[in-house]
């Protein structure tokens, strides 16, 4: 079952964590982060994977290469942007986002972020929260 049906049929479920590894494209991760806040527990958390790509070859949609990450980096970009919300991303694999929301939390849509390749993602990542595993673990364990 696709996530969206998913999130359709089951729009009373709650959860405390969600893992997003899906797809690897921009608009379905965005659709993906944006239906799991809203069946996320209270204290609950989102991963999110492959945020981290290393190279134009791993970043590059269709996928032309492997690993493919995909361009589910721009939904960081989002989340980094956005209000009442905790957002880090451990420097783990390629990239493990973890996601924490706060009350009257706000999703950032950037409908630019569609056209940005490579190149952009690499200006755009400096503002990103990348911490180390274990600061993960604390930030994970933290209420």
């Known amino acids: 079952m696709k996530s ?6 089951n729009n009373n479920l709650k959860f405390d964590v969600i893992f997003i590894d899906g797809l690897h494209k921009y608009e379905q991760c965005q659709r ?3 239906n799991s806040m809203k069946h996320l527990n209270p204290n609950g958390i989102i991963i999110l994977h492959d945020l981290l790509p290393r190279s134009y070859l ?17 939904v960081a970009v989002e989340l ?15 990239g493990i986002g973890v996601l924490k929301l706060r009350n009257n939390f706000e999703f950032t849509k950037i409908p630019e972020l569609r ?3 490579f190149s952009d993602y690499l ?21």
């Open 4 to 9: 969206d049906q998913f999130f359709h049929e």
């Open 32 to 34: 993906d982060c944006i």
């Open 58 to 74: 791993e970043e590059k949609t269709p996928k032309i290469h492997s690993p493919w990450l995909g361009d589910v980096w721009k």
């Open 80 to 94: 980094c942007n956005s209000r009442n919300l905790d957002f880090k991303i451990i420097n783990v694999d390629y």
């Open 115 to 117: 056209e940005k390749n």
């Open 123 to 143: 200006e755009l990542r400096k503002k990103f929260d990348i911490i180390s595993c274990e600061q993960g673990f604390e930030f994970i364990l933290k209420d």
